[in-house]
């Protein structure tokens, strides 16, 4: 039986697929396909990673380990939903939480360093490197498209004089600092700090390279990182703009929470000046939030003090970017709060605004202290100031084409990147003892490095050339000629795009300013431009134009065809979701929209076709199709308040759709039959089905948990219709 993987996540895509699977697994049944899960929960990896120290009853399989070789073989067939990229304060709760369920797991801040390694692996994005054996292919699919033209989201409006603008330093960053090489040849190679005295310290060693594979090396330098906050804060005093920062704590998890960290300390320098020492010793640090500063400041001998200076000192500072205006939660309270990739666009769809200390929006200061890719922003805002907003009804796309296969570029999110303690030089030298890159570091500098090898780049360029080709659509390679790594990227896609027949495309490079300056140009005229990018931009892109146009990513198409011949099936960006399961718990309602995971599983389902030599499978595909058309233009959506559709409810009306178009459909009569009696069900019982849906909301719901919900508890509420599920049953069972 051929076999489709789905896996377990975190926060509301986690309770969204408790609810959909059940119908996923019933529909899939009827053309032989199985569907198995795979838990790469964040509480699964940490159990994964400590089940050496578990009792064998508490021990859970390392099923991120296992997916990631499948990735690598022709049978994968893997859907993939968002989860959990864990910031040090979401990887403390976690533990806290499975501790209290009764596993024996250490401390994060006790623990010792072979324990400490383990979290670190498990933190960040840990989850994307591991499965992402291919480069990514994200568009809006034609039925998305159509309706967000037919059914607008809201747009600000924007001003000309509006004072929104990007600060970026622009000099002593990772973008200037870069250096660049291509492997002559595999190599295994070391980088290894050199202190002012000559003595040798090995950061990392046996770095295994292959030939043509490029190799980076950049620094951010603290001192000029701390001069460029320190005046961004007194430039938004000046402007009275709000003042916000926007990093991305998550996938870059070492580099920007240190980054954060320096934002708060030269946000708050008295307060750092006079007390710095005793909140280290206490365990307190900027790197993880102002929030949880604020939080253990009653254990402190002088906790009262620090929280009056605290308090002075934000009176004092520029009015501050809102998380949560009515719980006074601010820009600078968690570093995973604030993610750049989705509050950028967000603040740009927003008139350029983000939300102050006084619950009312306001002219923003957005502080993307690299400048690698903060142009691409400006650029946008500066359009907007001339132009006025976009219009959804009339307004292209930019589908994405990226490189992200076997890490590469991941920039960030690995154990190449290093906050340096004393002065001296760091190299990258190869195995002959050659010095190959080297920067000269002070103390509090951020050095890193990434790896790019040679067959994701051929790939993504041949993926590139693909799409070109199958949609007639231009395609730009966001390349920057000042950076040493697009460089050498640009030699690369010259020399692999002269393997391909690139006759009658229009194929072009251009550096992320103007790439972006010509996509919005089109976008302003109704046309569409692919955007071929690098991984951090194809983070960044498959955001940012995906809101303006669609109000949200996580209704994009997220295909990753794999290197080796599988499938890699991401149900779109929009990350996991917090809020959403905030509100489920205290109103019982999820918010959640799955549409992409609706998405993907068509895309799956007609990979399985042609792989497995499977039709029945592409008639559910394309019954799936036309039903996500039909669920988005009967706007059987999920709302946003107590009383209508929610995640539960659309998942109903999806069957309901998918069951009849599989009735009336006339490539498979026996499926027809199945399905007509599953339809006329379902259709039958409609109304009872949304008075359970609907009956349960605006009380608590009780989940047991969560970062590890209890699985009764989490089923008893995503699926609260007995009516619905009694159909779903029935299908599911032998004999339907």
Not at 210 to 233: H, N, P, S
């Amino acid at each position: 039986m051929a076999t489709i993987i789905y896996t377990w996540t975190d926060e509301a895509p986690f309770l969204a697929t408790h609810s959909f699977l059940p119908v996923v697994q019933a529909f899939a049944s009827q053309a032989g396909v199985e569907v198995e899960t795979r838990d790469i929960s964040l509480a699964g990896r940490i159990l994964a990673a400590f089940a050496d120290r578990l009792p064998a009853e508490q021990q859970v399989a390392d099923d991120l380990a296992e997916l990631g070789e499948l990735a690598k073989t022709p049978e994968a067939n893997i859907i993939k939903l968002p989860n959990i990229s864990a910031s040090v304060p979401q990887l403390k709760a976690a533990i806290a939480e499975l501790q209290a369920l009764g596993y024996d797991l250490p401390d994060y801040d006790a623990a010792s360093d072979d324990e400490r390694a383990r979290y670190d692996a498990v933190k960040g994005s840990a989850v994307n490197p591991v499965l992402r054996e291919g480069n990514s292919d994200r568009r809006a699919p034609l039925a998305v498209k159509n309706y967000a033209r037919s059914h607008p989201h809201s747009m600000g409006a924007w001003s000309s004089d509006s004072k929104t603008e990007v600060a970026t330093m622009g000099a002593d960053d990772f973008r200037a600092g870069e250096l660049s090489v291509i492997m002559p040849e595999a190599d295994t190679l070391r980088i290894q700090h050199v202190g002012s005295d000559g003595a040798v310290t090995v950061l990392k060693e046996k770095l295994p390279v292959l030939e043509g594979e490029v190799v980076d090396a950049t620094v951010l330098r603290a001192a000029a990182l701390d001069r460029f906050l320190a005046e961004q804060i007194e430039r938004a005093r000046e402007l009275g703009v709000l003042f916000s920062v926007h990093l991305k704590a998550t996938m870059m998890k070492v580099s920007d929470p240190i980054i954060f960290g320096h934002v708060v300390r030269a946000f708050l320098p008295k307060t750092f000046a006079q007390y710095g020492d005793a909140l280290a010793s206490a365990g307190l640090s900027p790197n993880n939030g102002l929030g949880a500063i604020l939080a253990g400041l009653d254990a402190l001998e002088d906790g009262a003090a620090i929280r009056s200076l605290i308090e002075a000192e934000l009176d004092e500072g520029p009015k501050l970017a809102m998380v949560n205006s009515d719980k006074g939660i601010t820009n600078l309270h968690v570093p995973s709060d604030v993610i750049v990739d989705a509050s950028m666009p967000a603040m740009i769809r927003t008139s350029g605004h983000m939300w102050g200390p006084d619950g009312e929006e306001a002219d923003t200061l957005a502080v993307i202290p690299d400048s690698s890719y903060a142009g691409v922003y400006q650029a946008v805002i500066d359009d907007c100031k001339a132009n006025g907003a976009y219009d959804p009804t009339t307004m292209g796309s930019v589908p994405n084409v990226g490189l992200m296969a076997q890490k590469a570029e991941e920039y960030g999110s690995h154990d190449k990147t290093f906050e340096i303690e004393t002065s001296g030089k760091v190299q990258v030298v190869d195995a002959a003892g050659n010095v190959l890159m080297e920067h000269d570091v002070a103390p509090g500098d951020i050095w890193r490095a990434c790896q790019t090898k040679d067959a994701p780049i051929r790939d993504w360029v041949k993926l590139a050339v693909t799409r070109a080709r199958v949609s007639g659509t231009p395609a730009i390679f966001w390349l920057d000629p000042e950076r040493a790594h697009d460089r050498n990227l640009i030699t690369l896609v010259e020399r692999f795009l002269g393997e391909h027949d690139t006759e009658g495309l229009d194929i072009s490079i251009m550096s992320p300013v103007e790439a972006t300056q010509a996509s919005i140009e089109r976008i302003r005229r109704g046309e569409d431009t692919i955007s071929v990018t690098g991984n951090v931009l194809r983070d960044y892109n498959t955001d940012l134009f995906p809101i303006l146009e669609l109000g949200t990513s996580a209704k994009m198409l997220s295909v990753v065809p794999l290197m080796n011949g599988g499938g890699l099936f991401e149900t779109g960006a929009g990350g996991s979701a917090p809020k959403h399961v905030q509100q489920l718990e205290a109103e019982n309602y999820l918010r959640w929209d799955s549409l992409g995971e609706f998405l993907a599983l068509a895309e799956s389902l007609e990979h399985l076709a042609r792989t497995s030599d499977n039709p029945r499978a592409s008639v559910l595909a394309k019954a799936l199709d036309a039903a996500t058309g039909t669920l988005l233009n009967e706007g059987r959506s999920p709302a946003r308040k107590v009383g209508q559709i929610d995640n539960r409810g659309s998942h109903a009306w999806l069957a309901t759709y998918w069951a009849r178009e599989l009735a009336e459909q006339d490539a498979d009569p026996e499926l027809a039959e199945i399905f007509g009696v599953v339809a006329a069900e379902l259709e039958g019982k409609a109304e009872l089905i949304s008075e359970e849906l609907i009956g349960v909301q605006g009380s608590p719901a009780d989940l047991g948990g969560y970062y590890r919900p209890d699985a009764d508890k989490t089923t008893a509420v995503m699926r609260p219709s007995q009516a619905f599920n009694d159909v779903i049953a029935r299908l599911s069972s032998p004999g339907v």
